[in-house]
Nanobody
């Protein structure tokens, strides 16, 4: 099983940027696609982005495409989510997650992922 530990997040003004980190540990972590989800208060957990560790495959939700970028640093076992052009609508708790080994990045449903980081709060003020 892969363990996921998140960091980053915080408070930022609209138009600003933040970078989230998700450190993976455990056997063969690089065979697991890492997805990012977010959950705003009173709402369902929504897909944000997914990346593989080689960087060859990425997939983004329409709401984040062109603003968010996920990338991996294999030397640090860390997946990043760079978030630019943030708006109040991006305020949520953000989670990284893994599912089945070698799963494609186009899996966007929460139930397709069974291993979650602890979450980190992102708050964007207007």
């Amino acid at each position: 099983q892969v363990q996921l530990v998140q960091s980053g997040g915080g408070l930022v003004q609209a138009g600003g940027s933040l970078r989230l980190s998700c450190v993976a540990s455990g056997r063969a972590f690089s065979i697991y696609t890492v997805a990012w989800f977010r959950q705003a208060p009173g709402k369902e957990r929504d897909f944000v982005a997914a990346c593989n560790w080689s960087g060859s495959d990425t997939f983004y939700a329409d709401s984040t495409k062109g603003r968010f970028t996920c990338s991996a640093d294999n030397t640090k076992n860390t997946m990043y989510l760079q978030m630019n052009g943030l708006g109040p609508e991006d305020t949520a708790v953000y989670y990284c997650a893994t599912g089945s080994p070698f799963s494609p990045v186009i899996r966007t449903r929460e139930l397709e992922y069974d291993n979650w980081g602890q979450g980190t709060q992102v708050t964007v003020s207007s």
